[in-house]
């Protein structure tokens, strides 16, 4: 099984990380997409890499950073590329939720993460929050059709449309208590779908309010097989199949 978006670098697995791994493995969680959220988690990704090779890195910066400086800080995040195997672009995209910087100001940091993923040849982490449409928009303006839509939280016509485009939908824990998840992946096709956890963010129902962590995408794969009437064994061959495919990995 494959966590398609994770955040291991964060300091809420700093004291027990050894366990939390132990805890996936056991599981038959076999790699994990370990995504920066700024330059020096960025950084932390590959470096945990050299200690774990199945944790491949994504490198990027969270549009809830301060944009303006994050833009000046995008040849930190070029420099690791030139230095390190890195598996993907991100975390990037639009967060209008909280407007924690300036729309024009994400949408430039948004354009420049594209560019990298363009020049690298890599998939995206895209990250939506209120801001599904501009993204697309974006997207669609730097012509580069190659990642993921992760933590759905979209509509079903959107998604399609987003598929059609060639990206790939991703589903964390907000499945198992989301109605409007379950209706979007019901339709969608199997070949599209990711799963992942967002760990330690949103956790799935029975962890709420607890810090999730990557052996709790079992459940959420486990209900998503049952919504959609498929063995959960080959429902997690689709998955792994989709996640190779997009993120290239042995």
């Known amino acids: 099984m494959v966590d398609t978006h994770c955040h291991l670098i964060d300091p809420q697995f700093m004291r027990d990380l050894e366990q939390v791994l132990k805890r996936a493995k056991e599981a038959g969680i076999n790699r994990i997409i370990n995504a920066g959220y700024d330059p ?32 000046r800080q995008m040849d930190k995040i070029e420099t690791i590329l030139t230095k390190d195997k890195v598996i993907a672009i991100g975390e990037t995209g639009l967060d209008y939720y909280r407007d924690f910087s300036p729309r024009e100001a994400q949408k430039e940091l ?7 993923a363009k020049k690298w040849r890599l ?3 895209i990250h939506t929050r209120n801001s599904l449409e501009d993204a697309v928009k974006t997207i669609v303006a730097e012509d ?8 759905y939280s979209g ?23 989301s109605k409007r998840a379950r209706e979007v992946i019901q339709r969608l096709p199997l070949e599209r779908i990711l799963l992942e956890t967002d760990a330690p963010f949103l956790a799935p129902l ?22 959609l ?9 689709i998955l792994d199949e989709n996640a190779r495919r997009l993120f290239v990995f042995d």
């Open 123 to 125: 998939p995206l982490l």
């Open 229 to 237: 009437d498929i063995k959960p064994e080959r429902l997690e061959t």
């Open 40 to 71: 020096e988690t960025s950084k932390k990704t590959v470096e945990m890499a050299r200690s774990y090779p199945w944790l491949l890195p994504a490198v990027g910066i969270h549009p809830n950073e301060a944009a303006e400086e994050s833009i």
């Open 206 to 227: 029975g962890h709420r309010g607890r810090r999730n962590e990557p052996l709790f995408i079992m459940e959420t794969m486990f209900f998503a097989a049952d919504i």
């Open 155 to 177: 509509d079903y016509e959107q998604a399609k449309a987003i598929i059609d485009m060639g990206f790939y939908i991703g589903f964390a824990g907000v499945l198992t208590y």
């Open 110 to 116: 948004f354009r420049l993460h594209i560019a990298l």
């Open 144 to 151: 580069y059709y190659h990642g993921v839509f992760h933590c």
